[in-house]
């Protein structure tokens, strides 16, 4: 398996809603990652796990919420968002040491109303 | 981790060679260059990377500046589905306290035309 896997495609949110987007790889990487992407625009990283540990969080505000369960799964938590933060959301994962590059996942695209 | 330039577009003939440039000038000596590409509302796709030597892939070859400057992604006969936003990152490995992020420039925006 060579995937990075994400769920769902799709996901129109309210404000007051809570949601979780959900990222899966099968490949034994140990470091996996959250990415946003507005429309024309390069993907923004915004946390990096290794080894199922947070070790960097690019100051994205409290209402994005990240877990990491296990060595597989990479979920988002998402609370309270704002219509601004609909965007494309990206999962990818890496080997841990190295020079490898990454596999990303399709995306979930978000739209807050 | 340095910053690229690249140009914001470029167009390229149908079964042509695109050979698409990057400027990295304030690369060090142990960051990578990578290519990466997207096409409209995908994941990005790993293409090529490479440090000092030329590459070659099933997808693509990467030539790099002697003084690792600049490099080159050629695409050697471009097809419709190459039609993408491509994005050159240098970027540290993993080693040791380095976290080897991956850190997206704008990119070039190139349209494969019949």
């Known amino acids: 398996d060579t995937e990075v896997t994400q769920t769902p495609k799709h996901l129109v949110m309210g404000m007051t809603n809570k949601k979780s987007l959900k990222c899966e790889q099968h490949m034994g990487h140990r470091a996996m990652y959250w990415y946003k992407q507005k429309a024309k625009k390069p993907p923004e990283l915004m946390f990096v796990?290794?080894?199922?540990?947070?070790?960097i969080n690019e100051s994205v505000p409290s209402r994005f919420s990240p877990e990491c369960p296990n060595s597989s799964l990479l979920n988002l938590h998402l609370h309270a968002l704002q219509p601004e933060d609909s965007a494309l959301y990206l999962c990818a994962s890496s080997q841990r040491t190295g020079d490898y590059g990454y596999t990303f996942g399709s995306g979930t695209r978000l739209t807050v109303v | 981790d340095a910053k690229t330039t690249q140009p914001t577009s470029m167009d390229c003939a149908e079964g042509r060679a695109a050979n698409l440039p990057c400027n990295h000038s304030?690369?060090?000596?142990?960051?990578?260059v990578y290519w990466y590409r997207q096409i409209h509302s995908q994941g990005p796709q790993y293409i090529i990377h490479g440090l000092k030597n030329n590459e070659t892939n099933e997808m693509a070859s990467l030539i790099i500046t002697e003084d690792r400057k600049s490099s080159t992604l050629i695409l050697p006969h471009a097809t419709l589905r190459d039609t993408a936003v491509y994005y050159c990152?240098?970027?540290?490995?993993?080693?040791?306290?380095?976290?080897?992020?991956?850190?997206f420039g704008k990119g070039t925006k190139l349209s494969v035309k019949p």
């Open positions: 304030t690369i060090s000596g142990n960051e990578y």
């Open positions: 990152i240098v970027r540290l490995p993993w080693d040791g306290g380095s976290q080897g992020n991956l850190i």
């Open positions: 796990y290794s080894y199922e540990k947070l070790s």
